[in-house]
């Protein structure tokens, strides 16, 4: 019963992923996306670019799949994992 909502989880993020990675080269980023864990993405951030790709992130997971509810996202940012949580 739940594959359907798993399965179209995990295509989103992967749309995501590949609209984050274009926005990354296309904008300059110096920093980068290096992991995702189940609905998660982690990124080694420069902090001179932390607000702006925090931002970018939210806004490209966000509208990556339009949807009769909203996708809503929550974006932290923390010297490790744990600490972002």
């Known amino acids: 019963m739940n594959a359907p909502i798993q399965g179209s989880s995990a295509d989103i993020i992967k749309l995501a992923?590949?609209?984050?990675?274009?926005?990354l080269k296309e904008d300059g980023y110096r920093s980068r996306?290096?992991?995702q864990i189940h609905d998660e993405l982690l990124f080694?951030?420069?902090?001179?670019?932390?607000?702006?790709?925090?931002?970018?992130?939210v806004e490209q997971m966000q509208s990556v799949?339009?949807?009769?509810?909203p996708v809503i996202v929550d974006c932290?940012?923390?010297k490790n994992w744990l600490e972002a949580h």
């Not at 951030?45 to 790709?53: G, I, Q, S, T």
């Open 65 to 69: 799949c339009k949807l009769a509810v």
């Open 33 to 35: 996306m290096v992991l």
């Open 44 to 57: 080694d951030v420069y902090d001179n670019e932390r607000e702006k790709l925090m931002q970018m992130v």
């Open 76 to 78: 932290n940012a923390a």
């Open 17 to 23: 992923m590949i609209a984050i990675h274009r926005r």
